[in-house]
């Protein structure tokens, strides 16, 4: 547990002006950005379980904006500047490291689809470079870049600006900054139910620390938002599913860029202190539990040490498993609800860590004025009845 002198540990009140749902990442972030920018105070951060001991503690930290489409672009950007100057934000050192991000392209239909999205990110103004395997090679020396293995080096796209940060920097700095601020930060206090008016309109919640008023609930429980919904009968396009990881021992600095490879499944990049962090694709199956399957890690492996054979002898450490939670168009929901007083913010599938900051800042806007935030208004709910669909399933790829 972290200095307990970073915030209090309070029982919640009878009523709050915002009951915010979830303390992981987007739920402190929101909560910071609801205090800062918009100053309302009056807030209880509601966790199920200790603050920040869901998503956000179990993904591999990668930053990055270099997805295809417009909408997407513009609300990862938004997030990708707010991380450049989150640390001054917080006062605290998050190890964010700008090292830039590498996604190989094996085939030449990857080849192709990686220069369309680096065109599609220079259009929107995302820093984007495309690289030839003898660029590739230079970048990143250990990788296996001959031409007769299973999956040959074609080339890659290059975000020089995306990168890693500290998880638990992060959220202990969101954490803090908003406790500062007045907000509540109440841990081990489920949600189970909902209080309403004779309307419909949400007044409340109902806790396993008892009832809770509320002039307006935001949930951001990620893949359990589809769970606290139906309570509100609404019916969420979410599925739900575990993702795999896995950290090394620690080794001496060889690897100072992340590399993701979409053909084989894996992406690696090199923590602070010295371990390997390396990630695989969703299970096939949905559900909420927090490990996966022990194939996946074995291919996982065997993927990394074919990019990497220098990793070929070095140890697992632990692995662990997150819950993405994903939408048919694999981008994120996110603006006010059906039912009045209730907002959601949930769908970002593997791109929850990357979105911390932006998705906070538009989710807060959002939730201060009753209405969408101009980067929010494309990821409505609406789009899924209206055929507006967002897919990102190429440019969200694996990583977490």
């Not at 984007?128 to 007769?148: C, H, K, Q």
Request: hydrophobic content about 40%; charged content about 20%.
């Amino acid at each position: 547990m972290p200095d307990a002198k970073l915030w209090d540990d309070p029982d919640p009140r009878s009523a709050y002006d915002v009951v915010i749902v979830g303390a992981g990442g987007h739920g402190l972030a929101t909560a910071h950005y609801l205090a800062r920018n918009h100053g309302i105070t009056d807030v209880a951060v509601l966790e199920r379980g200790w603050l920040a001991g869901g998503n956000l503690a179990r993904n591999t930290t990668i930053i990055r904006s270099n997805y295809l489409w417009d909408e997407s672009a513009a609300v990862y950007e938004h997030s990708l500047r707010l991380w450049e100057g989150l640390e001054d934000d917080l006062g605290r050192d998050l190890k964010f490291s700008r090292r830039g991000v590498l996604n190989l392209a094996h085939s030449p239909a990857d080849v192709r689809e990686g220069v369309r999205r680096v065109n599609a990110n220079r259009l929107n103004g995302v820093d984007a470079e495309w690289l030839e395997p003898g660029d590739v090679r230079e970048l990143v020396p250990i990788l296996d870049t001959s031409p007769d293995v299973r999956f040959p080096v074609l080339g890659g796209t290059f975000q020089p600006r995306g990168g890693i940060a500290r998880h638990d920097q992060v959220a202990w700095g969101l954490a803090r900054a908003a406790h500062e601020r007045g907000v509540h930060l109440v841990q081990n206090c489920e949600v189970t139910g909902f209080r309403r008016a004779p309307g419909g309109a949400v007044t409340g919640v109902e806790t396993s620390r008892g009832p809770i008023g509320a002039g307006r609930v935001a949930l951001c429980a990620a893949g359990h938002t589809s769970v606290l919904a139906d309570m509100l009968g609404i019916r969420l396009p979410l599925q739900s599913h575990p993702l795999q990881a896995l950290v090394s021992e620690l080794l001496e600095p060889v690897l100072d860029t992340v590399v993701m490879s979409n053909a084989v499944h894996v992406y690696v990049s090199q923590a602070h202190k010295g371990e390997l962090v390396m990630g695989a694709g969703i299970d096939a199956f949905n559900g909420y539990g927090q490990r996966g399957s022990f194939h996946v890690v074995e291919q996982q492996i065997a993927a990394a040490v074919e990019l990497f054979p220098v990793f070929a002898r070095a140890h697992v450490l632990r692995t662990w498993g997150g819950i993405v939670d994903v939408t048919p168009d694999a981008s994120p929901i996110i603006g006010p609800s059906a039912v009045e007083n209730v907002f959601i913010n949930c769908g970002w599938g593997t791109g929850g860590f990357k979105a911390t900051p932006g998705a906070g800042h538009v989710y807060a806007d959002t939730i201060a004025h009753g209405r969408p935030h101009p980067l929010a208004e494309p990821f409505g709910l609406e789009r899924f009845t209206t055929g507006a669909l967002i897919d990102e399933h190429g440019a969200a790829a694996v990583a977490h």
